[in-house]
């Protein structure tokens, strides 16, 4: 049951900032400083993301095969490798170094 | 300062990159297809979590943003009180208003429509959304992506928890090197000039710093502030000279 609450709070959290973004009357977005912040800020969460997901384990950092498998896939994309292969790319070479004992 | 979203309503009037809209639904195919599939690696770390195959498969019906997902079953999985895990999830689930902030102006949708797109403001349909050069490619770029991800995500969720017996470990598989791929190729194309470079190296910097510090899902939060941050930094060098109005502007066309 509290696995139900739990699922049932992020369903109605998540849905709702959503639509808020949608929402935000477009008067409150005419200023050039405005426009230029909502542009900036996926920038910053996904850089943060990609770095936390490569790096965090629980609550530490940590150098592991993900590191070589996400290294793999920001060649990929200097290769302008179509988006399929560059994530491809970093699961079979994360793979290979854990296979490997890495 | 040049506005990415002052866009024309139809391709081939002048913008450097128009393209046809096959390029566009191939684009939006291509990241739905590559980002739903991987949703098998959700159901499969979700029914490993220990959570029910409908448990499971509501979470990606109903919550839809991956790193929310993947957030609360971890933190289910660790024990957590279900209010703290849920508010973890959310703290990863706000960037996605930002995300609609950006979406409402590119898409111009009638406001009776915006509470059934609403769900597919995610991090992938928009980084599909913003790379199109006309308000049509945005539109089709968003609904194909959207649609896509959502039939696929849902689909290998399902056949994730179901086969998560089957497959064992799967980190083993490298798996968990799908969900940092998928950002950072969602995030590539967003580096064009300095000022974005900047904002993305503060924002890994926070990330990873606050990580050991802050609770689960608050370092993503305090590293958007590196967007201000940097923003107010660039405003002080320019330091009110005239000058640093035509570099803005400057700048702001390299963006498309």
Do not use: H
């Not at chain 2, 690696?41 to 498969?57: I, N, R, Y």
């Amino acid at each position: 049951m509290t696995v139900w609450i739990a699922i049932g709070v992020t369903a109605v959290g998540c849905y709702a900032v959503k639509l808020l973004g949608l929402l935000v009357p477009a008067g409150a977005l005419e200023r050039p400083l405005v426009r230029r912040l909502a542009a900036l800020l996926p920038v910053a969460l996904l850089a943060a993301l990609t770095a936390q997901q490569t790096f965090a384990d629980g609550r530490e950092l940590v150098l592991d095969a993900r590191a070589a498998g996400v290294a793999a896939a920001a060649v990929a994309l200097l290769l302008r490798a179509p988006f399929l292969l560059v994530v491809a790319a970093a699961v079979v070479v994360t793979a290979g170094v854990r296979a490997m004992g890495g | 300062m040049t506005e990415q979203t002052a866009l024309p309503d139809a391709p081939g009037t002048g913008v450097a990159g128009a393209k046809p809209d096959a390029a566009v639904v191939r684009d939006a195919l291509g990241v739905g297809v590559a980002v739903g599939l991987s949703g098998f690696a959700f159901g499969v770390t979700s029914a490993g979590s220990g959570l029910g195959l409908a448990q499971t498969c509501a979470l990606s019906l109903l919550v839809f943003t991956g790193a929310s997902q993947f957030a609360l079953v971890g933190a289910l999985a660790a024990g957590g009180n279900p209010l703290t895990a849920a508010a973890g999830a959310f703290f990863l689930g706000v960037r996605n208003a930002f995300y609609g902030l950006r979406l409402s102006q590119l898409l111009a949708l009638p406001r009776a429509v915006r509470p059934f797109a609403a769900q597919w403001v995610i991090d992938e349909t928009t980084a599909v959304a913003l790379t199109q050069p006309t308000r049509r490619g945005v539109r089709i770029g968003f609904t194909v992506t959207g649609l896509t991800l959502y039939v696929l995500w849902n689909l290998t969720t399902l056949l994730g928890a179901l086969g998560a017996e089957a497959i064992g470990d799967t980190d083993a598989w490298g798996l968990d090197a799908a969900g940092p791929a998928v950002f950072l190729a969602l995030l590539a194309p967003m580096l064009k000039n300095t000022t974005e470079r900047a904002v993305a190296a503060l924002a890994v910097l926070l990330g990873l710093g606050l990580l050991p510090v802050l609770p689960a899902g608050v370092p993503v939060l305090v590293a958007a502030l590196a967007a201000p941050l940097v923003l107010w930094a660039r405003g002080r060098r320019a330091g009110g000279a005239e000058a640093a109005a035509g570099r803005g502007a400057a700048e702001g066309e390299n963006e498309r």
